[in-house]
């Protein structure tokens, strides 16, 4: 052969492409640690050289991790992509854990089975909001961005003037209606559901109006503030203090309340635990690549205008033709089936494809 440096090089290719192509052939699905992380990869043996990454939802502390139910998984799988999942080194409001694991784990697929083709992520809840992360920080690795469900604006938004306010705001008006001894948020044990309820039967009345200014059912309100509760605690817990300031905040929007003002608990927040927050994480509407939403048209955790949110700050950065926000008649958190979850996933394909962005409102 007249170049035969051109020969070894083309046998090398042959062989790393036959090593791949092994892959492709046999089906993988593998459960195992990656520096002390848990994860799962699995990849069909029709495999299509893509690859979906999938970010999980709040999990409270203390509990195993399990991967996504293989009800959702093989949606990506049927369609000839591999699917790896993170587990994350740490439970709980995950962002500082979840965003860097699952870039490691995209790294670790790569390199022990080649580069994929095309990238995609994906999540629920708070993983949806891992997504937006991760798709804003790590651009050049994807082609798409699918978040489901999640709270798409800046966690200090969130948290604050959904969660925070929702509790403190629940503590001024039914307060003298708590059935057990009790100290306010910051001060004391998460109030049992059973306590919030009966102290929302107390005064019917202010319960309807209560539920309505927070845009979500009666019959969720007890559930979502003993929810909120948690979730303020935990966080409180891993940033180091509280995060929140509602010295200046106005609440309104209750029917007349005489002195609800003066009723409401004042916080001042702590710097770090502030910094914490805004590090973990605060959306900034820049993005290079797709991202199709998808949410429920009621969802009394992450309600709906949590995720709009997004739309705004994407358009405010000149970014509103890079992301739409779809929405299905549904009731519940996350509550999609299979086959819508994988419709949006191939409408989010073909937008990567072809350039054409999808209509933004209901799923049709």
């Not at 708070?126 to 992360?133: E, K, R, Y």
Request: proline share 5%.
């Amino acid at each position: 052969m007249k170049n035969p440096g051109a020969a070894i090089i083309l046998i090398m290719v042959l062989i790393l492409t036959s090593g791949i192509n092994a892959y492709a052939a046999e089906a993988v699905d593998i459960q195992d640690e990656l520096d002390g992380v848990p994860y799962r990869i699995q990849i069909p043996g029709n495999w299509n050289k893509g690859l979906v990454m999938y970010a999980h939802g709040y999990k409270m502390p203390g509990r195993p991790w399990s991967p996504m139910s293989d009800n959702i998984g093989q949606v990506f799988i049927d369609r000839g992509f591999a699917l790896a999942q993170s587990g994350y080194s740490r439970q709980g409001w995950a962002l500082e854990q979840a965003v860097g694991e699952t870039e490691s784990l995209r790294k670790y697929f790569q390199k022990q089975y080649g580069r994929a083709d095309s990238t995609f992520i994906t999540g629920h809840s708070m993983g949806g909001l891992i997504t937006l992360a991760t798709i804003e920080i790590y651009p050049e690795a994807y082609d798409g961005a699918m978040p489901m469900c999640g709270p798409l604006a800046p966690a200090m938004f969130f948290f604050k003037d959904r969660i925070f306010d929702m509790v403190v705001s629940f503590e001024a008006i039914f307060g003298d209606n708590i059935p057990v001894e009790y100290q306010p948020l910051m001060e004391a044990a998460i109030l049992p559901r059973a306590a919030v309820q009966q102290a929302l039967d107390a005064r019917p009345g202010m319960a309807t109006k209560y539920a309505l200014h927070w845009g979500i059912k009666e019959k969720d309100v007890a559930g979502t503030i003993a929810m909120n509760q948690f979730l303020l605690k935990e966080l409180e817990e891993r940033a180091g203090g509280n995060p929140f300031d509602n010295r200046g905040t106005i609440y309104m929007g209750f029917g007349q309340i005489d002195g609800l003002n003066d009723k409401v608990l004042r916080y001042d927040a702590d710097p770090g635990a502030v910094d914490y927050i805004r590090k973990h994480y605060t959306a900034t509407g820049e993005i290079e690549d797709p991202v199709l939403a998808l949410h429920t048209s009621y969802d009394s955790g992450v309600p709906t205008c949590v995720p709009c949110y997004y739309a705004k700050m994407s358009a405010l950065k000149d970014n509103a033709d890079l992301f739409v926000q779809l929405y299905v008649e549904a009731e519940g958190h996350c509550n999609f089936t299979a086959g819508q979850t994988g419709k949006v996933f191939d409408m989010l394909r073909g937008w990567v494809a072809t350039g054409q962005k999808p209509e933004a409102g209901l799923l049709q």
